[in-house]
């Protein structure tokens, strides 16, 4: 059964730093294309942050210079690093990743209050 397990959501103060990570089980994906997306209360879920096959890296351009996305093979887990958080930030992330299907996590949630 393959699972896409999220992790590190919270509660942040604006101008700080959260770190996520998804753990992939089942199949590996590290050389596969895998994001973060989030959603906000009322709103669409949104690209935030790719990684495709050659290791090339996208970002939003709301996150542009903020958000650092990575992963790491041997452990089969990929990682978003989140810093000068933003209230506009506040979030569900989900790790997605597209091998032959898509796959989808069930989510952290990260808000950003002070």
């Known amino acids: 059964q393959v699972q896409l397990v999220e992790s590190g959501g919270g509660l942040v103060q604006p101008g700080g730093s959260l770190s996520l990570s998804c753990v992939a089980s089942?199949?590996?994906?590290?050389?596969?294309?895998m994001a973060w997306y989030r959603q906000a209360p009322g709103k669409q879920r949104e690209l935030v942050a790719s990684?495709?096959?050659?290791?090339?890296?996208t970002y939003a351009d709301s996150v542009k210079g903020r958000f650092t996305i990575s992963r790491d093979t041997a452990s089969n887990t990929m990682y978003l690093q989140m810093d000068s958080v933003k209230l506009e930030d506040t979030a569900k992330y989900y790790c997605?990743?597209?091998?032959?299907?898509?796959?989808w996590g069930q989510g952290t949630q990260v808000t950003v209050s002070s």
């Open positions: 997605y990743a597209l091998k032959d299907v898509p796959y």
């Open positions: 089942g199949r590996h994906f590290m050389h596969d294309y």
């Open positions: 990684i495709d096959s050659d290791s090339k890296v």
